[in-house]
Every structure is written in structure tokens, then in C-alpha cells.
Antibody
Framework: EVELVESGGGLVQPGGSLRLSCAAS????????MSWVRQAPGKGLEWVANIDQGGSEQYYADSVTGRFSISRDNAKKFLYLQMNRLRVEDTAVYYC???????????????WGQGILVTVSS | DIVMTQSPDSLAVSLGERATINCKSSQSLLHSSNNKNYLAWYQQKPGHPPKLLIY???TRHSGVPERFSGSGSGTDFTLTISSLQADDVALYYC?????????FGPGTTVDIK
């Protein structure tokens, strides 16, 4: 079974930076689009960003564009999220997810990490 | 952006009875290239990440019990739990992956009556 493990979360002041990492195992990592999805305390799910298999295409939610950067290292099987100029409203559990592919068509997010909490507060 | 709405916000159903959740998208999720609807359903329990239940609107993900089924096409979709079990108490989200940004519905809470 696919395993995704996030790390790098914690408490940061507004305006600060954090880098989240996601270690993937038991997966052909380089075959899949990967995403970050977040969930503010007591709230719903919000897609943050995704990246293609080779790392050349990245897309972002409007709420994080210009502040967050997604990247990957296929050799090490790691996904990253560099978060700069953090705001209080970025406080959330951040999930690393894999986008399912079947018959060459996407099929939603079929693997999720356990999530890592990022708290932005003074 | 594609806006996803869900109804009801919450529902309580007796054990063994049917639970039905509706999801509507602001534009069609039917992909013309393969005639598939790019719509998924997830189940989330407190303190845990979401689990994929249904993709392509009606295809059950591996390991998902047969009592979960999805239907619909275009802009209107439904998740049905045919015979509610205690283990099904959770939040349920619909999700469109037709385009970017990916978006989710606000969620529907299912509880036991």
C-alpha cells in the first residue's frame, strides 16, 4: 500500500516561512501528479497546489499564488511545499495526496498522508 | 472556478436505511474525450484524512463496500449508502477534478438517527 508521510509543520509567525515535505514509499512516484490539500480547523477541504509527473507544470489556488511553491524530487521520492509570507488564514492541516490514474484518465485523490498541522499565529 | 455545492448539510438515518447525498457543480464535469465525469466522493472521519470512495462519478474505489454507490452526470450527482452501518458515520465530500483549481463541496455530515 502507498505510504505518504508529511513533515515540516509547526508554529510560525505571520509573515514567516515553512517548508513542508512529503516522503513517498511503495509507489512509482514519478508516474503521478501530486497535490497538496489543506483543511483549516473545523472546516472543509481546500486544494492548494499540484505538480505534474516531471515537475515542469505547477498550478496553485488563488489564495496561495505568489506565496507558495510546489516542487518534487523524483529520485528521492519527495514532494515539497515552500510556504512564504504566511498568513493566519493559512493555519490548517496540510495533506500530501496522489492523483489516481486509470486508463490514462485522472480519478481523484486515491492516497493521502496523515496530514501535518501548520499554525500561523503571533 | 467550478463551484461545488452539496445537500443536505447533514442528515440522520436509521441503521440499515438508505442515505442519499446530492452534489451539484457549476459546470459540466463530463469530459468529451472519454465520456467520463470527473467527479469523486470521499469519506472523512474525525482526525483522519479523507478516503476515496467513488471516482468517475460511479466507479467504486478498490476495497469500498458495495453499499456505497455513485450516480449522475454533467452537473448533478448523488452518493447513496444503501444500508447505513454504524461505521459510515462521517463527513462526505464531493470533488471535481475536471479542471484546475480542483474544488470540493462543503461536505455533508451523516449520523445515526
Amino acid at each position: 500500500e502507498v505510504e505518504l508521510v508529511e513533515s515540516g509543520g509547526g508554529l510560525v509567525q505571520p509573515g514567516g516561512s515553512l517548508r513542508l515535505s512529503c516522503a513517498a514509499s511503495r509507489i512509482s512516484f514519478s508516474d503521478y501528479w501530486m497535490s497538496w490539500v489543506r483543511q483549516a480547523p473545523g472546516k472543509g477541504l481546500e486544494w492548494v497546489a499540484n505538480i505534474d509527473q516531471g515537475g515542469s507544470e505547477q498550478y496553485y489556488a488563488d489564495s496561495v499564488t505568489g506565496r507558495f511553491s510546489i516542487s518534487r524530487d523524483n529520485a528521492k521520492k519527495f514532494l515539497y511545499l515552500q510556504m512564504n509570507r504566511l498568513r493566519v488564514e493559512d493555519t490548517a492541516v496540510y495533506y500530501c495526496t496522489r492523483e489516481k490514474i486509470q486508463d490514462e484518465a485522472p480519478g481523484g485523490f486515491d492516497s493521502w498522508g496523515q496530514g501535518i498541522l501548520v499554525t500561523v499565529s503571533s | 472556478d467550478i463551484v461545488m455545492t452539496q445537500s443536505p448539510d447533514s442528515l440522520a438515518v436509521s441503521l440499515g436505511e438508505r442515505a442519499t447525498i446530492n452534489c451539484k457543480s457549476s459546470q459540466s464535469l463530463l469530459h468529451s474525450s472519454n465520456n467520463k465525469n470527473y467527479l469523486a466522493w470521499y469519506q472523512q472521519k474525525p482526525g483522519h484524512p479523507p478516503k476515496l470512495l467513488i471516482y468517475w462519478a460511479s466507479t467504486r474505489h478498490s476495497g469500498v463496500p458495495e453499499r456505497f454507490s455513485g450516480s449522475g452526470s454533467g452537473t448533478d450527482f448523488t452518493l447513496t449508502i444503501s444500508s447505513l452501518q454504524a461505521d459510515d458515520v462521517a463527513l462526505y465530500y464531493c470533488h471535481q477534478y475536471y479542471n484546475t483549481p480542483r474544488t470540493f463541496g462543503p461536505g455533508t455530515t451523516v449520523d445515526i438517527k
